[in-house]
Structures are given as C-alpha cells and as structure tokens.
C-alpha cells in the first residue's frame, strides 16, 4: 500500500473508532447538553411556554399551512431552540409580517423567530448572532426586461411586504425609488400584474419557492438587488435573561444540524420560467437547415465540479448533464463530449475552438471576449467557505485583509478580484485545493457555489469547515457558444426556453441527495471495516444490557406516546370530515375572543348550513348524506385562510373563527365560500349550497352572544331563500 493511502487508511481508521463507541454509548435521547447558569435556570423554570410570532406567508423559511401547523426553516429551527431550553412553543399566528411587529412592540410575544437587525427594532428587541443569511432579488412579469441590479430602472415603482428591513435600505441606498408597501407575497404579485408596481422585492428562495408551488408561469427573477439580510432570532427585551438562553441555544447546534435544516427548505434558488417547449415550427427556415445539416455539436464541460457537472467514467454526469440531454432530445441535436482534466483546460480547449459549446458557466467580461451565451437555466447562491471558528459573514465586506484562495478559470475569482482590492488572493488549479489549504489554516476563506461546496465537504470528509455567509454574486448558469456560430447560440437558446421551473428543479433535488465517486478502493474499505468491526464487537460487549435495558424502554415510552397523541387528536377531531370538533371549537372560540379583548383586535365567526340537507338523506340515503358533509368540509377548508379555524358544529353546520377580521371582511370571505359550495359538483347528488350567517364580536360579548348573533343571521338568511349570505 502506498504511504498516502496508508495515511489516509490511519485518519478514516480513527475517526471510525473515535465516534463507533460514543454513538453506542450515547445512542438514547439525553436531555439538553447546552450548560445553563443558575439564573438562567430559575427563568426557564417559571416559564410556562415560549410565545412565538413569525412572517406568516413567507415560505420556505415560515409560514402557517393550510392545517394551521407551523412550517418552514425557521420552525425546525425554533424546534431545536424549544427542546435545548425543555420548553413548548405557543403559536400566535398574525395577518401579516407588520402585525407581527406590533405584536413584539406591545410584547405580546416572546420571540420573532427570523429577523434582521435594525436600529429602530433595538428599541424593543434583543437579537441573536445570525443564523441564516440570504440576498433580495427582483421579481418581474416575464414580459419584462431582466435587470443588473435596481440602478438599471430607478425611475420605476417596486413593491415589498411592510415592515421588511429592505424599506429602510431602499430608502438610504435607492431614494428615488417609488415603493409601494404590500401586506404578504400575493399582494406582490398581484401589484405586477395590476401594473402598479415595475418589480417585487423579495427573498430569491421566497420567489423561487413560491413560482414553483404556485405555478407562477407569468412572474420571472430578473435580477438582484444588491441587498442581503442576515437574520437572528430576535427576543423582548424587556427579558433579557431570555436572549441569553436563546443565544446559548443557538450555538449548541451543530454545523451538520443547520446545513440539514437549510438543505431541507432551500432547494432551487430560483429557476427561469420560461415559455413553452419550441417545436421546429418555431425555427427560422435558417435554424431548420442548420439542424438538417450541422446535427452534431461537441462540447467542453468542466470535469470536476459534482454536483453540477463531472466526467465520470469518461461520462458526462450531474445536474448539468441531465440539462443538456433534455435540449439534447428536443432538439434532434447529437451532443459530442470532448475530455478534458481541469476547468482550465475546457476553456483552453473552447478557445482553440476545439470545441462548440460549453455547457455550464457564468458570464464575465473576460469571457464576453470568446463566446456568446445562451440565457440562464438555472440560478443559486455563491457563498464563502471557512473553519469552524471562523465568525458568520453577515456583509461581505468583512471579508478585507482576509487571505483568500481561489480557483483558477472560475468566475468567482474575476468578480472577486474586481470587486475586493484590499485582500490576499492565492489562485490554485481547482476546488479541492482550494478546499483543503483552507482546513490547513493556510487561506482564510474560499469561495464556492451553495449546492457543490456542501457536497465536497461531505463527501472529502472536511468537517472543520462551513459555509460562513453569502456572497454578493449569483450563480446565472448557461451555456456558452462559440461567437462564430450564432445559429447555433439561437437554436440552443429556443430550446433552453423550453425548460420549466418543475424539470430543473426536480433535476438538482436529485442531484442534491445522490453520493458519488470517481472510483471505489475497495481494498481499503474492507481493511476499515475490518478494523472498525473489530472495535465495534469489543464495545458492543459492554453496552448490550444497557442498550437492551434503554430500547424496550424507548419502545415502551414511544408507544405510550404515540397513543396520547392519537387520543388527544381523536379528542378534538370530528371523525366524519376531520374537522375539529364542537369541544375543540368551543377551545378556540373562547381562545380567540380573550386573544381580540387583550389586542383590541376585531374578531369574526359565521356559521354554515347545508341547503336542504334533509331532502338529500331521504332521496339518497344517510350514506351519500356522510358524503355529502366530507365534500363540503373539503371545500370549506381549501377556501379559508391559513388563520382561520374550522370545524364541524354539528349535524350539517359548520363555523368558521376569523381572528383579526371585521365584520365586512368576514362577509367577502364567506361569500367567497358560498360561491365555491355552489360551484362545486359532488358525485351522485351534483351541486349544493350552504346559507351563512355572519357576527362579529361586539364590546362585553360572551361567546354565546356571538353564536347567538350568527345563528340568527343564517335563519334569516335561510328565511330569505337559502344560497345566501347574511
């Protein structure tokens, strides 16, 4: 065996045997290891909860679902932070992200679980060393021009959610720009297409995320603004013992915990939208004959860069060989793989023309000098690359006098040496290089797109490493053209159009989950499992009776567990339609009106009855009566708000709980649901529709006095002919 193999065998040998009898050992849940001072404990012992408002439409980092559970980053996050601290969370859903403010402004909640730090929040909030970093962009109809940065139309109007510390920023940076302030996303989006505003200002992940769900085909990124927002986990500080804890239990997770936690949420940064797929009859009769006569283009790729893009095998592979293979059917064209060993030699190769195209880079004016491009395919975050010790890169202009390694041939190294003048650069020939002087201590920082720096150091096992903060730069992924073959630039460009938001991202999810490797020894692994299996049976002889004693109690507690669980949803669930129940209801209701009383806040319920419910039971039987009652709730529940709650009042009556909503609002929402009954077909029995009577809470009222006011207004409403609103 090789001595650097041998080497290599010792350091994997090692960390097998160092972590095998520490897993064995400590393999049952333990309470939380972050060391509490005796203050700090005496608060956390006469906290009862902690109560926790969030951004409520801001996905993937937070939002109330359609079953009014908490979901996105941060609530895996705060999750973490509840069971370092062995205390629940209590959920207080608001309208918007400004009613969020309010609600910490009179202390009405204990933490925000994502916010940015700004002067005027410090008045009334404590802040966390940031845990998640993530640059603004520009959102655009797609009949728009893409955009450089906000310089490029500062005469236009752009919307942005209220509240959002961008505003503040705009306003220093950008005053010229007109903003029109929004309540939440949808009211973005619905500003461009009302043309009131040019552009949307969000999070990239957020429109990345919400274009795919929502299947926004009309709305596009076009371009960043220039902002980037590190938030924290921001506490009253009217508590400051609770700020302590939090940070505490915030830096007791691990690296592996909150890459899992981001990879899990932030998948496609965004991808273009683009139109629909272009068939022949789309060409020009030019661009047909190049097909008919020019079918095959060779092509250069960068041969170690996985996930994106590797030869293996002498193969093309990863996410940017599944790209090209898709243009590669659609268009009729044979894609001939040139080799090549490093990135510098593919355009090397691509310079001398022994090459037509590349098949994935940025643009750069280096570059703008030997090809032409196609338009973007796909998007994502540049970030830097650090120890462990290395503090969080909240802005990067921290990153002056830092010494920085970079890799030759890579468009990072052009925008950083043109944009970072008072640093240390060290060029290398590629990433692990790069990747490995910085775990020496010999660089400070390199830098690397989001998706393959957390591969490599997976998958080399550099676990002294982070990823310390964003970059200002995007990663606009295209193809390259040679300059003397602009039929050839247009044809690819008509096809790379073809591709949607759906196939990209279903190609780097996969591409995100898959390992790979150039080649297996699998002499050394058998010789490290040898060895490992050895130290594994020789520890497992000492922890069998405790492992046996802890898994029949785990089991035990599981099971105990899962059955409370599935009692206290039995409890409050009605079984017919899996609505809460009338006990649950009641729970709510009582909830809501001490939460309206407390907040001065306006509170709204109305209660539905189906139209001639009887008549359907006696044609068609109680059966298709119980199916019936299950399409309606199906249709109720898709029509609310994420806010709202709903449930089965009982027989055929359903009641709707509006926190937050007037009288006014709560009418428009029903007959919003009215409508959707009504147009709504369920099988053997056809349309129904419901009557609904409205209230809303009133100075003094009791909970009876407000059913009281809306069984009343749905007997009128019934009195007045049914299919109707009062």
Not at 416 to 431: A, G, L, P, S, T
Request: with cysteine.
């Amino acid at each position: 065996m090789k001595r650097p193999a041998l080497l290599q065998l010792f350091k994997q040998l090692h960390f097998i045997v160092s972590v095998i009898p520490f897993f064995l050992i400590f393999s049952v849940p333990s309470a939380s290891s972050v060391q509490f001072s005796d203050e700090e404990l005496t608060y956390l012992n006469s906290k009862q909860s902690l109560n926790v408002c969030i951004d409520p439409h801001w996905m993937p980092y937070e939002s109330i679902d359609s079953k009014g559970q908490y979901v996105g980053m941060s609530s895996d996050y705060m999750e973490k932070i509840a069971q370092a601290l062995g205390l629940p969370i209590s959920l207080h859903p608001t309208p918007s992200w400004k009613d969020t403010l309010a609600r910490a402004r009179d202390r009405s909640c204990d933490l925000i679980s994502m916010a940015r730090e700004t002067e005027e929040r410090k008045a009334y909030l404590n802040f966390s060393t940031p845990y998640a970093s993530y640059p603004y962009v520009i959102a655009t109809t797609s009949d728009k021009p893409n955009q450089k940065n906000l310089n490029d139309h500062l005469d236009k109007t752009y919307a942005v959610v209220q509240g959002y510390a961008i505003i503040n920023y705009l306003k220093d940076k950008h005053p010229d720009i007109k903003l029109l302030e929004v309540d939440n996303f949808d009211a973005g989006i619905k500003a461009l297409r009302d043309e009131k505003a040019f552009g949307y200002l969000d999070s990239a992940a957020t429109i990345g995320y919400y274009i795919s769900q929502k299947d926004l085909s009309d709305i596009k990124t076009s371009g960043f603004t220039g902002y980037s927002s590190a938030v924290s986990v921001a506490s009253r500080n009217d508590e400051p013992m609770l700020a302590s804890v939090i940070q505490k239990a915030l830096l007791s997770l691990t690296e592996n915990e909150k890459q899992a936690i981001e990879h899990k949420w932030i998948n496609v940064i965004y991808a273009p939208q683009q139109e629909k797929k272009v068939g022949l009859a789309a060409l020009t009769d030019e661009e047909k004959d190049f097909l008919n006569t020019q079918p095959t283009v060779t092509m250069c790729v960068d041969p170690d860069w996985m996930p994106y893009e590797a030869i293996i095998d002498g193969k093309h592979s990863g996410i940017g060989a599944e790209i090209i293979a898709l243009i590669a059917e659609r268009s009729g064209l044979t894609i001939q793989l040139v080799q090549s060993q490093t990135w510098s030699e593919s355009l090397s190769l691509f310079k001398n023309k022994q090459c037509d195209v590349l098949s994935m880079l940025n643009q750069t004016a280096k570059r703008d000098a030997f090809m032409n491009y196609t338009r973007p395919y796909y998007s994502g975050h540049v970030v830097f690359v650090a120890n462990n010790d290395h503090p969080f890169i909240a802005d990067p202009s921290e990153v002056q006098d830092k010494r920085v390694v970079l890799t030759k041939g890579y468009s990072i190294s052009e925008f950083i040496k043109r944009d970072f003048k008072d640093i240390e650069i060290i060029e290398v020939e590629n990433y692990n290089t790069a990747f490995d002087m910085v775990a020496s201590g010999e660089a400070d920082l390199t830098a690397d797109y989001l998706i393959s720096s957390g591969e490599r150091i997976q998958k080399r096992g550099l676990f002294s490493l982070k990823i310390a903060g964003n970059t200002p730069y995007k990663n606009d992924l295209r193809m390259g053209v040679q300059k003397d073959r602009p039929l050839l630039r247009s044809i690819l460009d008509k096809y790379v159009a073809t591709l949607n938001a759906h196939e990209v991202h279903s190609i780097v999810n996969k591409w995100r989950t898959v390992r790979y490797q150039k080649e297996t020894n699998y002499t050394l692994i058998w010789q490290i499992i040898g060895i490992a299996l050895f130290t594994f049976l020789i520890t497992l002889y000492w922890n069998r009776r405790l492992a046996m004693a802890n898994r029949d109690t785990q089991q035990a507690l599981q099971a105990l567990d899962e059955s409370k669980k599935e009692i206290e949803k039995l409890a409050i669930t009605d079984k017919l339609t899996g609505l809460y129940n009338r006990a649950k209801l009641d729970d709510a209701l009582d909830q809501e009106i001490q939460r309206a009383e407390r907040y001065n806040h306006p509170l709204s319920v109305f209660i539905l009855d189906a139209d001639h419910f009887k008549e359907v039971n006696d044609q068609y039987g109680h059966q298709i009566g119980d199916l019936v009652l299950k399409e309606l709730a199906g249709v109720l529940a898709q029509s609310i708000r994420s806010t709202d709650t709903i449930g089965r009042w009982g027989g055929e009556e359903f009641l709707v709980i509006c926190p937050v909503t007037k009288q006014e609002d709560a009418h428009s929402l029903a007959e919003k649901i009215r409508a959707a009954v009504s147009n709504h077909l369920i099988p053997k029995v056809g349309s129904r529709t419901v009557s609904i009577g409205v209230s809303s809470l009133q100075h003094e009222d009791t909970a009876a006095d407000l059913l009281k006011r809306a069984d009343n207004a749905l007997y009128e409403a019934k009195g007045s002919g049914r299919n109707n609103v009062v």
